[in-house]
């Protein structure tokens, strides 16, 4: 783990005195204007689905997934100035997810169906420069009831650029089981990078690229791997007499492959697409995406 937080200190270093250098002296303005908060509702449905595999010795087991997910999720967050420089977020979501798994067993094909509620809690603390870039370190714990929890570091890192934000990310996690017997642990490191582009006042467009690697330490040689990416669509209407522009919605695709190494079977691989609905109502004073995601969020 030392080594992905110097790597991270490297990054965020790096961006630090690319952002004095490419946008000129620390601005006047606050970290957060003033303490605001938000709620937030989700939708998302999606499909997994892949080759065959077959266990050894041959002919035991064939699975062949294709999962249909869909879950939805409520939520909230506050973010509040810690002085000039530096500001504090919390927040906490839950919802549930319903999802769908289509395999052959032994030349028969199955359905299972499985829904689960997941909750999840967290807070940064970061320095922000609304003309230059960000720097974010905080902590998350993410639950799905019965199956299992995961406690993950958090990091992230930003530079702004004329009407661009670039920002990139590291998080590490480390998550258990609470219903296996055996109980299984698993590590797990993510790395990802976005590009947010203000097309206009209340118009935004956001794409995406992450990497993602899990290991199973009582399991020998079992990993994964992912690589996804996607695309988002950021909007704000107007609201009510007075032309408030409290709410954002959100819409974003998805997709992605994760490649499976586990003892006894040929590298199983499942591909996935997703599609991302969302609607969030901020209790702010911000006239743009740019001063909403710059000077309040």
Same mark, same amino acid.
Not at 12 to 33: F, M
Not at 51 to 65: F, R
Not at 112 to 118: L, Q, T, Y
Not at 126 to 138: A, I, S, Y
């Given at each position: 783990?030392?080594?992905?937080?110097?790597?991270?200190?490297?990054?965020?270093?790096?961006?630090?005195?690319?952002?004095?250098?490419?946008?000129?002296?620390?601005?006047?303005?606050?970290?957060?204007?003033?303490?605001?908060?938000?709620?937030? %509702? !989700?939708?998302? /449905?999606?499909?997994?689905?892949?080759?065959? @595999?077959?266990?050894? *010795?041959?002919? #035991?087991?064939? +699975?062949?997934?294709?999962?249909?997910?869909?879950?939805?999720?409520?939520?909230?967050?506050?973010?509040?100035?810690?002085?000039?420089?530096?500001?504090?977020?919390?927040?906490?979501?839950?919802?549930?997810?319903?999802?769908?798994?289509?395999?052959?067993?032994?030349?028969?094909?199955?359905?299972?169906?499985?829904?689960?509620?997941?909750?999840?809690?967290?807070?940064?603390?970061?320095?922000?420069?609304?003309?230059?870039?960000?720097?974010?370190?905080?902590?998350?714990?993410?639950?799905?009831?019965?199956?299992?929890?995961?406690?993950?570091?958090?990091?992230?890192?930003?530079?702004?650029?004329?009407?661009?934000? %670039? !920002?990139?990310? /590291?998080?590490?996690?480390?998550?258990?089981? @609470?219903?296996?017997? *055996?109980?299984? #642990?698993?590590? +797990?490191?993510?790395?990802?990078?976005?590009?947010?582009?203000?097309?206009?006042?209340?118009?935004?467009?956001?794409?995406?690229?992450?990497?993602?690697?899990?290991?199973?330490?009582?399991?020998?040689?079992?990993?994964?791997?992912?690589?996804?990416?996607?695309?988002?669509?950021?909007?704000?209407?107007?609201?009510?007499?007075?032309?408030?522009?409290?709410?954002?919605?959100?819409?974003?695709?998805?997709?992605?492959?994760?490649?499976?190494?586990?003892?006894?079977?040929?590298?199983?691989?499942?591909?996935?697409?997703?599609?991302?609905?969302?609607?969030?109502?901020?209790?702010?004073?911000?006239?743009?995406?740019?001063?909403?995601?710059?000077?309040?969020?």
């Amino acid at each position: 783990m030392q080594r992905f937080t110097t790597t991270l200190c490297a990054i965020a270093l790096t961006l630090s005195v690319a952002g004095q250098s490419a946008l000129g002296a620390e601005t006047d303005r606050p970290a957060v204007k003033e303490f605001n908060y938000r709620t937030s %509702f !989700t939708y998302s /449905f999606g499909s997994k689905y892949g080759g065959s @595999t077959e266990s050894v *010795p041959p002919g #035991e087991t064939v +699975l062949i997934p294709d999962i249909s997910v869909h879950a939805w999720s409520f939520g909230g967050g506050v973010t509040v100035p810690l002085g000039n420089s530096f500001g504090g977020h919390a927040f906490l979501i839950g919802g549930k997810a319903y999802s769908q798994l289509e395999y052959t067993e032994l030349g028969a094909n199955q359905i299972a169906n499985f829904d689960f509620g997941k909750v999840e809690v967290g807070s940064t603390a970061f320095w922000r420069d609304p003309d230059r870039g960000f720097l974010e370190l905080g902590y998350s714990y993410f639950n799905i009831l019965d199956v299992s929890h995961r406690h993950s570091l958090l990091s992230a890192a930003g530079l702004y650029v004329n009407s661009i934000d %670039f !920002t990139i990310g /590291f998080q590490y996690g480390s998550d258990s089981t @609470t219903s296996a017997d *055996p109980r299984r #642990e698993r590590n +797990l490191y993510a790395l990802y990078g976005a590009a947010t582009w203000y097309f206009s006042n209340h118009v935004a467009v956001r794409a995406g690229l992450g990497w993602e690697k899990s290991s199973t330490p009582s399991i020998s040689e079992a990993e994964s791997e992912s690589i996804d990416g996607g695309a988002e669509i950021l909007w704000q209407p107007t609201l009510g007499p007075q032309r408030h522009r409290y709410l954002t919605l959100n819409l974003a695709l998805g997709g992605g492959r994760t490649e499976y190494q586990i003892p006894g079977f040929p590298d199983p691989s499942l591909n996935f697409v997703e599609v991302f609905v969302g609607l969030t109502f901020d209790h702010t004073d911000a006239d743009s995406l740019l001063e909403l995601f710059r000077e309040y969020r």
